[in-house]
Structure formats: structure tokens, C-alpha cells
């Protein structure tokens, strides 16, 4: 079930991007119309890889601006994890967005978070996302 874009009070993802370390795609979810066509996805993750790729994001996720809006994001070890919010949207729910996917990823690889076990696990990843966000809502309990 898809959800307007402002779903009351509710928070609203806009994207969450798992990157590898040359900013191609791992898994990927959009839950708006912001970006609508493929090329215009993968442009976008171009740019943001090529914004973020220089920062440390390493130890803590960092915080960051983007063509009006909020992107959080993490690296781990060759991986990268991005969650995107509209401008208007609480920093620390996409925060805490972001770490609860890093969170069921490393629990889903078993510790083990690299591109090659992400890729090997793609359903189990994929299956994580649906299940953090609805259409752009978090599910209750995650917000």
C-alpha cells in the first residue's frame, strides 16, 4: 500500500540507497516521485556518492544537505548506506533509519558487511527495506 508523500504526521523516507565503493548500485529503494526516471535515480546516486565519498563517515553517520534534502549516511567497510528526507524532516528519525537498516543488514550478514555477502543475501536486504518503510512511512514503532 503506497502512501502520500506528507502521510500526516507520520515521517516520510524518500530513498534508502545501499551503495557499493564505487557508488553502483547494491540495493535501492525510492518511495517518491522526486526522481522519476531511471536515469534521473542514478544520477542522483552518482552526485551523492561523489559528494559524500571524501567525508568519514566511518566511525558515525554524518549529515549532510542535498539538491534540498536531508541525507544521512554510513560507510562500512565497502558499502555505502544512505537514507534520504525531505528538507522539513527530523534528522535524528532518518538517523535512527539508517542505523536500524545498518543494524538488520549486519545482523543479516552475520557481521560479515561487505559488498560481496550483500549481494549474495540481495533478497534478505531487499526484504529488510520493505519492512522499514511503507511507501515512504516507517512502519509503527520505527518512527
Known sequence: MAFPLHYGSCPVVKN???LDSEGKRVAVKYYCDDWPTYSAKLAFEKSIFTKTQKTNARTEAEIAMFESNIVVYKFVQDL???VTGGDDENEL???????????AVTLLLRNNVEQREALENLDLILLCLDEIVD?????PGLG
Do not use: M, W
Request: charged share 5%.
Open 16 to 18: 534508502i540507497l545501499l
Open 135 to 139: 511507501g515512504g512511512a516507517l512502519h
Open 80 to 82: 555505502h548506506f544512505f
Open 93 to 103: 528519525i532518518l538517523a535512527t533509519v539508517l542505523q536500524g537498516f545498518y543494524d
